[in-house]
């Protein structure tokens, strides 16, 4: 069989690098085009023993260079990437090879450990030949600890080079969470990224990173991505057509678990052309460039982290700058928009991140104040000018973020007056909808005048919405971004789509006659709260909550959300103690109360704490014996 034109020029483009870049050594430098080393370029000169260049002179031996990397570069990026993911990335990386693809950890001067786009994939590429994937089949789910580093995204893109399915696994869940997600999955290997920051683990009791389990998986380890280059040009589309000529569209690439609001989490599969439509679609709406950086610090088994912060911006070229902890934390976020390293453009967030930026201002306010008078104290407020205040300066900073974007949740209108009044309105907080299962399908307009509070703005490229009725106005969604099934759940799957083949979302909206202004009124089942950006399941904590002071005081419980100003929503619970309980001679309603908030704070994660309860002597039910929750929470909340 005669090689391609397209094959042929891959295999002259590998033999003339290989001829004329040979000896990769230790060291750094770039040069036309690819990842190159200084070292390997004199190794060369001086093998020939002679004082002159064997290759001729320095300006030939360049132009040499930059016209093999042409060659290449034309070569691996005139196929077409049939609306898939990898083959989008592959495009990027060898139309940007030196630009950084991700940064992590800041110090005095910007930025550390960047990882140019050459290396990323280069790394990938030798990681999905190595030991530790070359026994993954086509179509095998592999598991990915969450870590927020340039290892963990390389992974999962030579998990994909495998022909694999990525199956992230989040860095906050418990053992049990993880062992639910091996077994649901199948997966046989976890892979465990190095973690650069294990402040985060000393503080929260998680697991030392040598006792990680991810339930019946074999864990492997990936080693940290070496400082020094690797072989240039080493990234080809030869993995990319194995893995088509191997497999099809029915083969999926990722893995996301739901919050599990409604029992178990389920798992969301979707494909290599599902998150092409994601990513792309982002990219343009949201006008992302390779000029932009994204400060990361969103949760990556998420969609909006993994797929809006990491897959849309390599799929424009942009930099991805993962801060040094696990958890956001509003500290580092303002250390770093006033830090002297490169220019932070582009920042995703949920309400609660903005807000606790925003109380970060606020003590920022109080330590200026105390240095005012103490510097009065000491007469030193008189011999200098007065210092420009931390809150000014970091409004500077914030005014220079070209997007801002809010979702997951709802974003308070306080929380937006707040932000826009900081920024002088140059960087308004902009919101969009989207769910694990469909990704991003509305969004308000890069155009800031044409934004409105509440809005979600309007139906995205990729995405066709409607209602299903006018008795629900639940949304309904298709298109090329929504998933392809609940992972070994066909009854779910079927329930979750209408005849026609919309996704049927669980959520109320309302929208105007000219269809441009869409609204999330809430969720169809109040079973379902929204904490701080996260689903939380009601009746998981009843359950916890029942499970853990059944035994003692409590006799029933009800769980819903109430609005909360800087979270959205928050769990309230409807209580009633037991008899016994009840005729203890210090009990109280007050003492109750405090108990089951106390209990919920030790015993389950923040999202799910219960910041208020209604002490009742039984909770009313209906002919059938069912709790009916909307009448409740009109009943007790003023929410």
Same mark, same amino acid.
């Given at each position: 069989?005669?090689?391609?034109?397209?094959?042929?020029?891959?295999?002259?483009?590998?033999?003339?690098?290989?001829?004329? *870049?040979?000896?990769?050594?230790?060291?750094?430098?770039?040069?036309?085009?690819? $990842?190159?080393?200084?070292? #390997?370029?004199?190794?060369?000169?001086?093998?020939?023993?002679?004082?002159?260049?064997?290759?001729?002179? @320095?300006?030939?031996?360049?132009?040499?260079?930059t016209s093999v990397c042409s060659a290449f570069t034309t070569a691996t990026t005139t196929a077409d990437d049939d609306n898939d993911i990898l083959s989008l990335l592959c495009h990027t990386a060898l139309a940007n090879p030196n630009r950084p693809a991700i940064a992590s950890g *800041?110090?005095?001067?910007? +930025?550390?450990?960047?990882?140019?786009?050459?290396?990323?994939?280069?790394?990938?590429?030798?990681?999905?030949?190595?030991?530790?994937?070359?026994?993954?089949?086509?179509?095998?789910?592999v598991g990915i600890y969450c870590a927020p580093n340039a290892e963990f995204v390389a992974s999962v893109y030579a998990i994909w080079m495998r022909g694999a399915v990525a199956v992230p696994v989040s860095a906050f869940g418990d053992e049990a969470d993880r062992a639910h997600v091996?077994?649901?999955?199948?997966?046989?290997?976890?892979?465990? +990224? +190095?973690?650069?920051?294990?402040?985060?683990?000393?503080?929260?009791?998680?697991?030392?990173?040598?006792?990680?389990? =991810?339930?019946?998986?074999?864990?492997?380890?990936?080693?940290?991505?070496?400082?020094?280059?690797?072989?240039? =040009?080493?990234?080809?589309?030869?993995?990319?057509?194995?893995?088509?000529?191997?497999?099809?569209?029915?083969?999926?690439? $990722?893995?996301?678990?739901?919050?599990?609001?409604?029992?178990?989490?389920?798992?969301? $599969?979707?494909?290599?052309? #599902?998150?092409?439509?994601?990513?792309?679609?982002?990219?343009?709406?949201?006008?992302?460039?390779?000029?932009?950086?994204?400060?990361?610090?969103?949760?990556?088994h998420h969609v909006h982290g993994l797929v809006n912060g990491v897959l849309a911006s390599h799929a424009s070229g942009a930099t991805v700058e993962f801060t040094d902890s696990f958890k956001f934390d509003p500290r580092y976020f303002w250390r770093r928009m006033r830090n002297s390293?490169?220019?932070?453009?582009?920042?995703?967030?949920?309400?609660?991140?903005?807000?606790?930026?925003?109380?970060?201002?606020?003590?920022?306010?109080?330590?200026?104040?105390?240095? @005012?008078?103490?510097?009065?104290?000491?007469?030193?407020?008189?011999?200098?000018?007065?210092?420009?205040?931390?809150?000014?300066?970091?409004?500077?900073?914030?005014?220079?973020?070209?997007?801002?974007?809010?979702?997951?949740?709802?974003?308070? +209108?306080?929380?937006?007056?707040?932000?826009?009044?900081?920024?002088?309105?140059?960087?308004?907080?902009?919101?969009?909808?989207?769910?694990?299962?469909?990704?991003?399908?509305?969004?308000?307009?890069?155009?800031?005048?044409?934004?409105?509070?509440?809005? !979600?703005?309007?139906?995205?490229?990729?995405? &066709?919405?409607?209602?299903?009725?006018?008795?629900?106005?639940?949304? $309904?969604? %298709?298109?090329?971004?929504?998933?392809?099934?609940?992972?070994?759940?066909?009854?779910?799957?079927?329930?979750?789509?209408?005849?026609?083949?919309?996704?049927?979302?669980?959520? !109320?909206?309302?929208?105007?006659?000219?269809?441009?202004?869409?609204? *999330?009124?809430? @969720?169809?089942?109040?079973?379902?709260?929204?904490?701080?950006?996260?689903?939380?399941?009601?009746?998981?904590?009843?359950?916890?909550?029942?499970?853990?002071?059944?035994?003692?005081?409590?006799? &029933?419980?009800?769980?819903?959300?109430?609005?909360?100003?800087?979270?959205? &929503? @928050?769990?309230?619970? *409807?209580?009633?103690?037991?008899?016994?309980?009840?005729?203890? &001679?210090?009990? #109280?309603?007050?003492?109750?109360?405090?108990?089951? %908030?106390?209990?919920?704070?030790?015993?389950?994660?923040?999202?799910?704490?219960?910041?208020?309860?209604?002490?009742?002597?039984?909770?009313?039910?209906?002919?059938?014996? %069912?709790?009916?929750?909307?009448?409740?929470?009109?009943?007790?909340?003023?929410?």
């Amino acid at each position: 069989m005669q090689p391609s034109s397209s094959q042929s020029a891959l295999s002259l483009a590998r033999r003339l690098v290989a001829k004329s *870049i040979s000896g990769t050594l230790r060291g750094g430098g770039e040069r036309g085009g690819v $990842l190159l080393t200084t070292t #390997s370029a004199r190794s060369t000169t001086t093998s020939s023993g002679k004082d002159g260049d064997r290759w001729g002179s @320095r300006r030939r031996r360049k132009r040499s260079q930059t016209s093999v990397c042409s060659a290449f570069t034309t070569a691996t990026t005139t196929a077409d990437d049939d609306n898939d993911i990898l083959s989008l990335l592959c495009h990027t990386a060898l139309a940007n090879p030196n630009r950084p693809a991700i940064a992590s950890g *800041i110090h005095s001067k910007g +930025p550390l450990d960047a990882v140019t786009y050459a290396k990323l994939f280069n790394f990938s590429h030798t990681l999905a030949r190595s030991k530790v994937l070359r026994d993954v089949e086509i179509g095998e789910r592999v598991g990915i600890y969450c870590a927020p580093n340039a290892e963990f995204v390389a992974s999962v893109y030579a998990i994909w080079m495998r022909g694999a399915v990525a199956v992230p696994v989040s860095a906050f869940g418990d053992e049990a969470d993880r062992a639910h997600v091996a077994r649901d999955s199948g997966m046989k290997t976890c892979l465990v +990224p +190095p973690r650069r920051n294990d402040e985060f683990f000393r503080r929260s009791g998680d697991v030392k990173e040598e006792e990680f389990t =991810c339930g019946e998986a074999e864990i492997r380890r990936v080693h940290k991505i070496p400082k020094w280059a690797l072989k240039p =040009c080493d990234f080809q589309k030869d993995w990319l057509e194995d893995v088509r000529q191997k497999s099809d569209e029915s083969v999926g690439a $990722l893995i996301l678990y739901t919050s599990g609001t409604t029992g178990q989490p389920k798992g969301v $599969l979707h494909t290599r052309q #599902s998150l092409y439509s994601q990513a792309k679609t982002l990219s343009d709406a949201w006008e992302i460039s390779k000029k932009d950086r994204l400060l990361h610090c969103l949760p990556l088994h998420h969609v909006h982290g993994l797929v809006n912060g990491v897959l849309a911006s390599h799929a424009s070229g942009a930099t991805v700058e993962f801060t040094d902890s696990f958890k956001f934390d509003p500290r580092y976020f303002w250390r770093r928009m006033r830090n002297s390293g490169p220019q932070i453009t582009m920042f995703y967030g949920v309400p609660t991140m903005y807000a606790m930026a925003l109380r970060q201002l606020d003590v920022y306010d109080n330590a200026d104040r105390r240095r @005012r008078e103490k510097e009065e104290e000491d007469g030193k407020s008189v011999e200098r000018k007065e210092k420009v205040s931390t809150r000014s300066e970091c409004a500077e900073e914030a005014k220079a973020l070209r997007l801002c974007v809010s979702g997951s949740a709802a974003c308070p +209108p306080s929380i937006l007056d707040q932000w826009n009044r900081l920024t002088g309105n140059q960087s308004p907080l902009l919101e969009r909808y989207g769910m694990t299962e469909i990704g991003m399908a509305l969004s308000q307009k890069l155009d800031f005048s044409s934004r409105a509070p509440g809005s !979600v703005g309007e139906p995205l490229a990729n995405s &066709e919405c409607k209602i299903l009725d006018d008795a629900t106005n639940e949304l $309904l969604v %298709k298109g090329p971004g929504i998933f392809k099934e609940y992972w070994n759940n066909t009854k779910a799957t079927e329930e979750a789509f209408t005849s026609d083949g919309y996704f049927k979302t669980g959520d !109320v909206v309302s929208v105007s006659a000219d269809k441009k202004d869409w609204r *999330i009124v809430g @969720r169809a089942s109040v079973d379902v709260l929204k904490v701080g950006g996260e689903k939380v399941s009601a009746l998981e904590i009843e359950a916890r909550v029942l499970e853990g002071l059944g035994k003692t005081s409590l006799k &029933e419980i009800a769980v819903f959300g109430e609005a909360d100003e800087n979270y959205g &929503e @928050r769990a309230v619970a *409807i209580v009633a103690p037991t008899d016994e309980y009840k005729s203890l &001679e210090n009990f #109280s309603d007050k003492s109750f109360d405090d108990e089951v %908030k106390a209990w919920t704070r030790e015993n389950l994660t923040s999202e799910r704490w219960i910041t208020k309860t209604y002490v009742v002597d039984s909770i009313p039910r209906n002919a059938m014996g %069912k709790v009916n929750k909307k009448s409740l929470k009109a009943t007790f909340s003023s929410s």
